[in-house]
Each structure stands twice: as C-alpha cells, then as structure tokens.
C-alpha cells in the first residue's frame, strides 16, 4: 500500500497531461488525498474524487486566500457533505509573504478548526514561518475529539512531540530527501512511524532525485524510501504503516 496524503491534482501545471498523472496514479497508489486552497481548487478536488475511486478530497481555504475569501466559510460548509469529502484543508498560517493580514489568516483558520469540531472532520494544517501561532491556536482550540495532520512540516521535533500528544500526525513530504533538510531529517528519525503520514504537495516540494521538476503524486515513494533509510525499517513497511495511518485519519476503509 502506498498513499500519497496531500496532492493537487486540479492545479494548473497538470492542464495538458491530468489524465497521464491521474493514469500513473491509479498504477502505483493505493489512495490520494486530493487538497483544496480555495472554494474553486475545492470543488475541483470533489470533482476529481467523484471521478476517480481511489481520490478523496479535503476542502478548505488555505491562508493565502484568507482575504479574499473569508465570507465563503459557508460554502465550504455546504459542501462538506459532498461525496468522498474526508477533511477540512488546506488551512492555517502562512507568515512568509507578510501578507494577507495576520488577523484575516486566524480568523480563517480559528473558524475553519470550528467547523471540522462541529461536523467531526480531520483538518490539514498548512503551517510555514507561523510555528508559534498555529500551535496557540490548535491549543486554545483543541478538544480530545480534534484531530488532523500538520502537512509538510517544517517546525522542530519538540514541537513535533507537543502535537502527536494531541492526536495530530505529522506529515512528511520531499523536503525530507534534501541535502540541507536536518529539521525534517530530525522529525523523521525521532517521530515514531505510527504517527507520520508521507505526502507529495504536488506539484510542489518534489523529492530528489526529480527536485527542481514538476511533481506528481507517485514520487511519495521516494519519500517512503528516504524513511525507511532514516529510520532503518523496511520500504514495504514505511509504505503500508503510512497508508493505514492516512486511512485511519481521514476514516477511508482500504
Ligand atoms: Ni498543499
């Protein structure tokens, strides 16, 4: 089994190739989790899920377009009990850019996590250069029913430790095969396997030996066997042990 927890097959970069990507998919994987930005990359990814069985979709708005769209909380709400929808993300903190404002990026997020507590859904966290905020807010928020996946992670294993203690996994993806990578290469080796998802964020963050290409959701194997190396443990079982904590997350029978 091998899943891949956080992919974006609508983007734009799979315009002239989907069905191939969609193709190569359906070979090598046991299940993506295909992840919403905003209320249109959303409703692509339910349409991408209703026409493929082994894609799920997670919907939410992501802290970029927290501005923008911070009205449309409803209709992300609405859609939840659309078919193969499993989560509510991509959602969070994203303090690289400086923009948009930080009060717009936690009112997003804090009424996002309210609503996956009100319909019982996982959350993917989307977290970059906002490590101390996102952490007071899933503690103000938290609740023993709360639960999620911190994607792409990029904070240090103590905090790592903080969140597994509240039913969170951590999602690993291809930074983790980068040379200069020693967080994520920390997280890796000290997290125990039970509580890691692997992940692609395709078609960003691709994992070498392919960095600096488009990715695509297959390559999640490269992160599995960069874990194993980590880790000392067999490739089949970072890949099957990863899979079952995915389905488990999102509530998927495999
Ligand atoms: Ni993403």
Redesign the pocket.
């Known amino acids: 089994m091998l899943i891949d927890s ?1 992919a ?1 097959l609508e983007d734009e970069k799979y315009d002239d190739d989907r069905d191939d990507v969609i193709r190569r998919c359906k070979d090598e994987l046991t299940l993506v989790i295909n ?1 919403g ?1 905003n209320i249109e990359t959303s409703k692509k990814s339910i349409e991408l899920a209703k026409s493929n069985e082994f894609i799920y979709a997670a919907i939410g708005i992501h802290p970029e377009h927290s501005q923008k769209e911070i009205n449309d909380i409803e209709t992300i709400e609405k859609l939840l009990s659309q078919e193969k929808v499993v989560a509510i993300g ?1 959602i969070g903190l994203d303090y690289y850019y400086g923009d948009p404002p930080v009060e717009y990026q936690k009112q997003c997020f804090i009424e996002q996590i309210r609503l996956a507590k009100k319909y019982n859904l996982p959350i993917v966290i ?1 977290d970059r250069d906002a490590h101390g905020d996102v952490l007071d807010i899933v503690k103000n928020e938290w609740t023993s029913s709360l639960r999620g996946v911190f ?2 992670y990029s904070g240090s294993s103590e905090m790592a430790f903080q969140l597994i203690e509240m039913n969170f996994y951590i999602s690993l993806g291809g930074p983790v095969t980068f040379k200069n990578a020693k967080k994520a290469l920390d997280v890796a080796s000290k997290i125990p396997i039970e509580k890691l998802l692997i992940e692609t ?1 395709s078609p ?1 963050l691709t994992p070498v030996p392919y960095r600096g290409k488009r990715n695509e959701p297959v390559n999640v194997k490269y992160v599995a066997k960069k874990i194993a190396e980590i880790k000392n443990i067999d490739y089949e079982e970072v890949c099957n042990i990863t899979a079952n904590n995915s389905a488990s997350l999102f509530s998927i029978n495999l």
């Open positions: 956080h974006h992840v930005s991509e989307h994607h792409s964020d960003y």
